[in-house]
């Protein structure tokens, strides 16, 4: 079972952390001063606010244009919403505790932020993961690609979300546990606590939900990005009439999809691995808190790899932002739509 001793974090002068489990006070004590608690909270906020209105624009636009409305495009739904409960139930409850000092919200508000957080993140690989899928079976499999339904689309996007219920809910239960960080401002996979449970929990995660979908992004980008350089703007895929004049935006943006994917998720795995063969305690502070903060960054450059880099989306929202009416005008009239009516344009 999940120890739900409290536990005091008190900073020592080599600067690592020090636990008290015996403490009897259900608050820990942040190794962080008020003043970068409150540089932590500002950006918290700042950055809450922005992932909310760009996910809210990404939703509307898909609202808005029933030319978009397709299969494929549920997968970048289901990925803004995932950004919008990160970054609108995550984002507050840790910025409140940031601009109190230290963890507001109890032994079960620990629990839910930590179960939450866990939740959307997992959801989110998997919904990456599941685009990456959609991209190599669409430009490089097209044979394949055409014979994907909706049914499929919906069974790969569910895959998603139950596998971020099974992780967020374990350490809950006892496969590991959740518990204030040293920063005592938020709550995350007890890492400090490196013992067989958690270290089985980590590295089945990690394996499960970082290096597999790493490796599947890798392998379909590569693919998209060789399958593409082999086209130009004269050539179609498949016999169907795609325009390819942008291929090499579109390697580009695959290589930036890869690379965001490593920088948001790297520090928070390198802490795990860490912790699970090394000593937590010569964990940093500093460390502690920007792992975390790396890994909810994805919420907010999200919408600019997966919408704005997508010309049908980019016209989109410079006509919300122009506020032109184009009830009667589609995007077909500029650009055509991809391989199927289950694709993205890129």
């Known amino acids: 079972m999940m120890d739900k001793t409290p536990e005091v974090l008190t900073l020592l002068p080599t ?6 489990a015996s403490a009897a006070s259900t608050e820990v004590h ?3 001063s008020q ?3 409150n540089i932590v909270a500002a950006y918290l906020i700042t950055a809450g606010i922005v ?5 809210i624009v990404v939703l509307g636009i898909f609202v808005k244009y029933k030319e978009l409305r397709t299969a494929t495009n549920a997968i970048i739904i289901n990925l803004a919403f995932t950004d919008i409960g990160v970054s609108g139930i995550g984002y507050p409850m840790s910025a409140a505790s940031d601009l109190h000092g230290s963890w507001k919200f109890g032994h079960v508000g620990c629990q839910i932020y930590a179960g939450l957080n866990i939740f959307f993140g997992m959801a989110s690989i998997g919904l990456l993961t599941v685009v990456a899928i959609d991209r190599y079976l669409t430009i490089c499999r097209p044979d394949i690609g055409r014979r994907i339904t909706s049914l499929h689309y919906t069974a790969m996007i569910l895959a998603a979300w139950i596998n971020a219920v099974f992780w967020s809910v374990m350490p809950i239960v006892g496969w590991s546990s959740y518990a204030p960080d040293p920063t005592g401002a938020t709550c995350t996979i007890n890492w400090r606590k490196n013992d067989a449970s958690f270290i089985s929990y980590t590295m089945t995660v990690v394996v499960v939900n970082f290096i597999v979908p790493l490796m599947v992004m890798f392998y379909c980008y590569y693919n998209v990005s060789r399958t593409m350089k ?8 498949g016999g169907t009439n795609v325009d390819w004049s942008d291929q ?3 390697t580009k943006m695959s290589v930036v999809m890869i690379l965001m994917f490593l920088i948001a998720w790297s520090p928070y795995s390198i802490v795990c691995l860490w912790s699970s063969f090394g000593d937590p305690k010569q964990i940093s502070p500093a460390m502690a808190i920007i792992a975390p903060l790396f890994a909810k960054s994805s919420t907010f450059y999200n919408p600019c790899i997966y919408v704005i880099a997508n010309k049908k989306f980019r016209r989109a929202i410079l006509s919300m932002l122009q506020c032109k009416s184009h009830q009667e005008v589609t995007l077909d009239n500029h650009f055509p739509m991809s391989v199927s009516q289950n694709t993205l344009t890129t």
């Open 35 to 37: 003043r970068e608690h």
């Open 15 to 20: 600067g690592t952390v020090s636990i008290n």
């Open 51 to 55: 992932s909310i209105a760009s996910n």
């Open 30 to 32: 942040s190794v962080f």
């Open 230 to 237: 082999g086209y130009d703007s004269r050539n179609s895929l």
């Open 248 to 250: 090499a935006d579109v």
